[in-house]
């Protein structure tokens, strides 16, 4: 399922990332990997901001609806 | 010779704070060519012949950013002597993601792990031998903030420039380097051997920008198509996709085996803040308290008095050395000025004429019995308003003691006044410790030299007053910057952005322009300068050519005078004008994103948020004197040539058949007249086609507020005051019109240098100017030909054509549908990025 319906503090593991474009490689760039283990820092609305590694990124939705887990 | 150092990262990692720390003060600051991303090198210190690169922060090297074209770009191609790469200690993960692909370039690679005290602090261990092992470099730990090892760093760099190279250690899966060895052998083979692997690895990726430099046969293309594809059929994912995840594996490998993390993850204080600030309830309130302080501080607490300064006193008469006198001064001033209105009700005279002589003045006004009440006209200085105001013979009534419309002064006491003062008017440098301003003392020393008029006024009038219009704003901009760069390196600003994308996506706009427009109402110079902290470099274009559509402080004194003269002061018009600047903002911001120069879907959201912190002092000063310094030098040529010939064209024109310099209040015999003349008929059809307005809007490009000035000349003179003819020229239609056309066109000459610093590129400053005057013409016109319609004084034409216009404008605004061509393809690195998909 689309990360954006999990709730917050949740810890993932990413499954697929949808779509085969440069995003999909930006998105891999900072860490966003199938197999990246990622939490669920806080949701605003359908926006998420995700721990990847050590980093908090910001998503917005029809980015992070991408990331299925 | 000089070695060439390129300092690379992750956006955060620190490479800012070690870039400064390396090169202390030789540093040059401009722009990449042709992009509006800033480029900065400087020396090594301590040695002459290093020159240190300092490259965009980026995530990778695949070109999905502006920024990463930048390096990558810089990287390839003018292929620094060694890479010295700032790798955040504290996310190793993530940073070294870069460096596996900066290792394969066949630039010899220094690696700096940074943060290395807050890593003892937490109690992990990075094991840097191991690492260097792995990596297949040097590996060197240094604090960024604390400046330790950052030398050493800088010295293994050098002595790798010199004499080591780096060999990538990671191998890729047995599929993918069968492949990657047959594109070597088949494509990239007489290219220098050290660059070889990178090359292969970005055809196998299949790179469309690598694919069209290296200009590959179509055979042998097929033929290197095949084994990618039996990778990819292998390994069951496309070829980028399986080279990502593959370095992902490695990093993990050797993250194993050099670091040892001591702490579990609990809830860090950027997460407790972060749950604040980001909260859905909290975030925009605390958004807009933030907000509220930055404006406040620099706009009105510290920016208006230093502006003040700059303008009034610096680059004016002068000024009282830290304000001391300034009090006593202004009491005098206001003192003499009463006097003098109350003296004005009753009897008129005229200190500047030649035939004034004070004793007479006095014994004359001494017989003047008047009734116990009059009222005198009151010039507002800025807006040219006049203002009834009452004035008493002898004896003010209790009643009117506190009347704002009351002279505090009875005409009996002025009459005292001026028999005990005299009529001259205080003169502040008898008054504390006064310091005369630039012009004052540039004139004195010109009639020392007894300098012909002329050129007095070029140098007074044209050079003094162009650098004084570039130098008068920069404090104000300091002192903005300062609390942008303050805001930027705490890591507040990233939120901001993420806070309001949602909404300012809807016009087009990015999350951060909100900054610009509120500083815009300040003034627009500061505003287009803060576009600087967009990241997406459409979003950035846009804001600058839509930030100067909101009222700046010195359109205020245009509008009050408007609303004064040709709408009765009614309030309603400031406030309309405001509602003006933010629909021109939001209709403009939709409608351009549908044009071709925009198109393209709105770039996702994708933004890392840093951990907050508490930034060095140095490094924010540093950032402010930057911006400040780069608006002085790039946009100040432009302000002052423009200045110049303004100046020029209005004080020289041809009188009575010979051509000369002409006094102030002779400007409709001026060159700017004649000019104004021939162009004036593009204005007819938005009502006001006469010289006088025409004019009066160009002058309004040195400095808006000139837009009063010229208008107090060209319909002073007339029966009843400048308002009363302002009212008989226009009705309130085509004032409107006029009022609407000047918000909204081309900004003063200032902002638009600031916009040509900002666009860095001549070809983006005209479109933005010329959008700005075309939209502003556009508005007007159609206030114009509807206002006249429904007052029964349409033309149905113009009717006809504003009609035409208005539904253009709706089309374009709700009924086109965004176009999805691939990107805006005017520059290499929009192309470039357009390619790689």
Redesign the interface.
Known sequence: MPITLEEVGAVVTIKRIAGNDEAKSHLADLGFVVGSTVTIINKLGESVILQVHESRVALSESMARRILI | MTIKLALAGNPNSGKTTLFNGLTGNNQFVGNWPGVTVEKKDGKLKGHKDVIIQDLPGI??L?P??LEEVVARTYLIEDRPDAILNIV?G?????NL?LTTQLVELGIPVVVAVNMMDIIRKNGDKINTEELSRALGCKVVEISALKGTGIKEAAEEAINAAKNMKTVPQHTFSGPVEHAIAHIEEAIVHEMPEEQQRWYAIKVFERDSKVLKQLNISQEKLNHVEKDIQAAEKELDD?S??II??ER?NYIASIIKGCYKRKRT?NLST??KI??VV???WL?LPIFVLVMYLVYWIAMVGVGTASTDWANDGLFGDGYHLFGMGSKAYEAASEEYGNATNAAMAYYDFDIEDEKFDAKTAISDMKKVQGPLKSTVGVTDEETLAVDKKNVYYDKIPDSAKKDENTIQMTYMEAVKYFEKNGFEEPDPANYGTWVPGVPPIVEAGLDKLHAADWLKGLILDGIVAGVGAVLGFVPQMLVLFLLLAFLEACGYM?RIA??L??IF?KFGLSGKSFIPVLVGTGCGVPGVMACRTIENERDRRMTIMTTTFIPCGAKVPFIAMVAGAIFGGSPHIATSAYFLGMAAIIVSGVMLKKTKMFAGKPA????????YHWPTVGNVLRSMWERGWSFIKKAGTIILLSTIFVWFTSFFGVVDGSFRMLAEDEINMSLLAKLGGLIAWIFAPLGWGNWQATVASITGLVAKENIVGTMGILYGGGDGGVYHSISQAFTHVTGYSFLAFNLLCAPCFAAIGAIKREMNSAKWTWFAIGYQCGFAYVIAFMITQFGNFFTGKGNIIGFAAAVIALVYMIYMLFIKKYSDANELGDDFAINA?AE??
Do not use: C, I
């Not at chain 2, 504290?90 to 993530?94: F, M, P, Q």
């Open positions: 995530y990778s695949s999905y950013t955040d504290t996310n190793l993960e993530r993601y496309d980028e996709s990502t995840n992902y993850n950027s997460d972060d749950k980001t909260n859905r975030g990233a993420f806070v994308d949602r996506r996702p959201f994708v933004m890392e948020l840093p951990p990025r790689a998909k």
